[in-house]
């Protein structure tokens, strides 16, 4: 089954305390992108990915890094989480660019 | 820098009602879009708009794209509970890099019987 698998699907950690999450594909797709959700401002870009070893930042990168290693996995690095990244988080990925895509199901990451 | 502006925020439809929700654009975008989210669930891409004129249409709703008014409009025609969602549009920065999305704040909407 084509689909974007994101993990964990919910997460709770403290400040400062290092964490990834996965996101990965099997459609052989060359876009895939991060986002964040948060009430009241709707969703903004946080990296993307054109191509392997190619990521360019989003609309609100800081705090945030990306790496594009293989064309299936597109992970997100809090290397130093705040409280002010609480939020929700979405991977996305696309054939080629960001035309039709296929979210993941998203993780809920609290920041204490 | 692109701005994509959506309105209304909140809608609130009777069942076989039309309505249109706007979305409004500040500078070139070379192609708008459209997601659909189900409340507590995730995104899926409804439309993309690619030039001036483009109309694309399923089922009850039908998107189109302005390029010279920098206006995307999304009409839901005759609506049924099941069309209740959030509706995002987003526009690609065209200054910027290819991959680079603005989204809306999203428009809620709230079908009743």
């Known amino acids: 089954e084509a689909q974007v698998t994101q993990n964990p699907r919910y997460l709770i950690t403290v400040t400062g305390k290092k964490l990834t999450v996965t996101c990965s594909q099997n459609?052989?797709?060359?876009?895939m992108s991060w986002y964040r959700q948060d009430p009241g401002l709707g969703l903004r870009q946080i990296y993307y990915?054109?191509?392997?070893?190619?990521?360019d930042k989003g609309d609100v990168p800081e705090g945030y890094k990306v790496s594009r290693k293989e064309k299936r996995n597109f992970p997100l690095i809090l290397e130093s989480p705040s409280p002010n990244q609480t939020s929700l988080y979405f991977c996305?990925?696309?054939?080629?660019?960001?035309?039709?895509?296929?979210f993941g199901a998203g993780t809920r990451l609290s920041v204490l | 820098e692109l701005k994509v502006e959506q309105n209304p925020l909140f809608l609130s439809m009777q069942e076989g009602k039309n309505y249109t929700i706007y979305c409004n654009y500040s500078t070139t975008s070379d192609r708008l879009y459209w997601y659909r989210q189900d409340p507590g669930k995730s995104l899926e891409s409804l439309f993309v708009?690619?030039?001036?004129?483009a109309v694309k249409q399923e089922g009850r709703l039908m998107a189109s794209l302005d390029t010279k008014a920098r206006l995307s409009t999304l009409h839901i025609t005759a609506a049924v509970h099941d069309l209740s969602a959030t509706y995002f549009c987003?526009?690609?920065?065209?200054?910027?890099?290819?991959?680079?999305?603005?989204f809306g704040k999203g428009t809620k909407l709230s079908v009743k019987p």
């Open positions: 708009l690619l030039s001036n004129g």
């Open positions: 987003a526009g690609r920065n065209y200054g910027g890099s290819q991959g680079n999305l603005i």
């Open positions: 990915s054109m191509n392997v070893e190619v990521t």
């Open positions: 459609m052989n797709h060359e876009y």
């Open positions: 996305a990925s696309s054939p080629g660019g960001p035309d039709i895509q296929y």
